[in-house]
């Protein structure tokens, strides 16, 4: 099992700038490909930035390229989404995922994950 806590959520004007962190327990997490998606209401679960277990190979959605980054520190067992330029339609609740799989492989598709955590809200005022 692994376990995945997000935090960093909040209310933030639009043009602003949030930083996610999801800090993972229960096993090696060097071993996880690890996802960032959103949820807004009434919408699909969207993947926003996934990376590679070594944090070789990056990949975004397209509405978030460009503004949004994601990075991990294995040594913490945590992952970031650092999200700049914010703007409203970023509103949702964000989710954290694992998937144990390495090499250079970025899992895009929401069912593949393993484990989730239990989302923060990101806010984002006009």
């Known amino acids: 099992q692994v376990q995945l806590v997000e935090s960093g959520g909040g209310l933030v004007q639009a043009g602003g700038s949030l930083r996610l962190s999801c800090a993972a327990s229960g096993r090696t997490f060097s071993n996880y490909a690890m996802g960032w998606f959103r949820q807004a209401p009434g919408k699909e679960r969207e993947f926003v930035a996934g990376?590679?277990?070594?944090?070789?190979?990056?990949y975004y959605g397209d509405s978030v390229k460009g503004r949004f980054t994601i990075s991990r520190d294995n040594a913490k067992n945590t992952v970031y989404l650092q999200m700049n330029s914010l703007k409203p339609e970023d509103t949702a609740v964000y989710y954290c995922a694992a998937k144990q799989v390495c090499g250079l492989r970025v899992v895009l598709n929401r069912d593949n994950y393993d484990y989730w955590g239990q989302g923060t809200q990101v806010t984002v005022s006009s």
């Open positions: 990376i590679s277990c070594s944090g070789g190979r990056l």
